[in-house]
């Protein structure tokens, strides 16, 4: 029985939907399957002429959109990049492009000019009454010589171009309907100012904010999402004023001080997520509030407090341990011999929270003062459902066993634990298992990220309290039952054969209660190391 084309049974609105995926040579080539894809191809909405399209097929762009235009065919959406600096006679074509998508009514218009030199945005474009979604990248916008008539825009994503306070304020008045404000990497303006103008506005990206940037004054009742970072560390004055509806605030390298967080906090009665990214002002963060769900804070280096004693509902917490000169990262540079102690914690960890902690040590100071401050930091998140670590080789987490006759287990009441260890080349599994099992001695399961979407995982399974005789700490030094004494059965998946021999034997050997380790695959391994145990 042959096959039958079922796909070009479709309406024509889900092929021509399908097509918009694919860049304009690829699009062209279904021209030739069937009458169908060919109607499809010469009514394409969605034109994407990929990389470099002024230098390697400016002649087929210009065929295409001189038939759009002749059959005034609609375009819904048009791409196009150039890689290299635009020839002036690349730039009349850019010009002639804009008129002919104007003329066509184009609703999402994406073009990237690459330069360094800002290339003028021609006037034409600013006709574009059907314009839904604007992306531009490279050029200088000027207010033109009649108004603007975005009367229907909704996104705006400016990267590596230049515009004023002045043609900002022009189109805010004009664009009532936007929701989405994005510059990054832009230069000219000194300020951000929207005063009432956007009602719609639900989220606004500053991203590498240039040095003379120095104030944002947002008043926008229903912005929800506002991200701002700079490429200069300590130099703007934020004002974030009437944005009641804010969810979610991500500052980087903003000089905010502990003051003027908690003032902002206090005005936003709604936020429900909070990322703090080397804001090297901050000392402490206190947050009061029964809606912050998700807290980040990262690279804050002076931190001293972070008061999370009033935020009953926090579901998740990261943060970063940092230690030694070189653990620091690039934008602070400490005295010789700087010691950075860790914060004080104020946390009642609920058992819904999860906390990811990425651990940040100058591989030359693996010393005891890291083991105390790792030992220390990890410490405040006792009791959290979860706890996720990240660390970029072993010895990082693998605590020396000398030391752990003087310390205290941190993490006694976490169940679930999941590490990612970036560089595994030399990666000793069982110093690693045997670390962690010191610092979380009654886990339920522990996960390793082995990259690639791939994870080993180690399930616990402990004696049933019924079992005990009586309820005296099994181990002098512990006000708990150690898993040495109270595992029951280990289930280990996604091992190699090496790990997996070396990982039973440490069980058999170190724990006093085991009776059957399990593997999901029945592997003859398990039986044969079992019947030498015994």
């Not at 006037?123 to 531009?136: C, P, Q, R």
């Amino acid at each position: 029985m042959e096959g039958t084309d079922e796909i070009s049974k479709l309406p024509e609105p889900i092929l021509d939907h399908i097509l918009s995926f694919l860049v304009i040579k690829d699009a062209a080539k279904t021209s030739t399957l069937s009458k169908v894809w060919n109607s499809v191809w010469t009514n394409l909405s969605c034109l994407d002429f990929g990389d470099n399209c002024l230098h390697k097929s400016k002649k087929i762009v210009d065929q295409i959109l001189a038939n759009r235009l002749n059959q005034k065919i609609s375009i819904k959406r048009f791409k196009a990049k150039a890689k290299e600096n635009l020839q002036i006679y690349e730039s009349k074509a850019v010009d002639d492009w804009i008129k002919v998508l104007v003329t066509c009514n184009i609703k999402e218009l994406f073009l990237d000019v690459d330069v360094y030199k800002h290339y003028k945005l021609p006037e034409a474009i600013f006709a574009a009454k059907s314009l839904n979604v604007l992306s531009l990248h490279g050029f200088k916008l000027e207010l033109p010589s009649d108004r603007i008539k975005f009367y229907f825009l909704r996104e705006l994503y400016l990267e590596d171009s230049s515009l004023d306070e002045q043609f900002l304020q022009a189109l805010c008045e004009i664009c009532s309907d936007l929701e989405v404000l994005s510059l990054k990497r832009f230069s000219g303006l000194i300020s951000l100012q929207v005063a009432g103008t956007l009602p719609k506005l639900r989220t606004v990206k500053l991203q590498f904010c240039p040095p003379k940037f120095k104030k944002v004054d947002i008043v926008a009742p229903n912005v929800e999402n506002l991200y701002i970072s700079s490429f200069v560390l300590g130099q703007h004055i934020i004002e974030i004023t009437a944005c009641n509806s804010l969810t979610r605030l991500k500052l980087i390298a903003v000089a905010v001080n502990d003051k003027w967080l908690e003032n902002l906090l206090q005005n936003l009665p709604n936020l429900e997520v909070l990322y703090l990214d080397h804001c090297l002002s901050l000392k402490i963060v206190k947050i009061s509030s029964s809606c912050v769900k998700v807290v980040k804070v990262a690279a804050c280096y002076h931190l001293v407090a972070v008061d999370l004693d009033d935020a009953p509902n926090l579901l998740r917490f990261s943060y970063d341990i940092h230690h030694g000169k070189k653990g620091l990262g690039a934008y602070f540079d400490p005295p010789q011999g700087y010691f950075d102690p860790p914060p004080i914690f104020k946390l009642k960890a609920s058992r819904l929270l999860e906390v990811e902690i990425e651990l940040i040590p100058d591989p030359k100071a693996l010393d005891t003062r890291w083991y105390s401050k790792l030992t220390e930091s990890l410490g405040n998140f006792n009791n959290s459902r979860a706890i996720t670590l990240r660390c970029d080789y072993d010895e990082v987490i693998v605590i020396p066993k000398d030391m752990r006759e003087n310390l205290l287990p941190p993490l006694y009441g976490t169940k679930r634990l999941h590490i990612k260890i970036m560089d595994q080349t030399n990666y000793s599994v069982v110093n690693v298992v045997d670390s962690l099992l010191w610092i979380f001695p009654q886990l339920d399961t522990l996960s390793v990220d082995k990259g690639q979407s791939s994870q080993s995982l180690i399930e616990f399974t402990y004696r049933d309290a019924a079992d005990d005789e009586d309820e005296k700490p099994c181990c002098a030094s512990l006000a708990w039952k150690c898993w040495r004494h109270e595992l029951k059965r280990v289930k280990l998946q996604n091992f190699t054969r090496t790990e997996l021999e070396k990982l039973t034997y440490y069980f058999l050997e170190n724990s006093f209660t085991l009776s059957i380790i399990k593997d999901p695959s029945e592997c003859s391994l398990f039986t044969s190391l079992l019947l030498m145990c015994n």
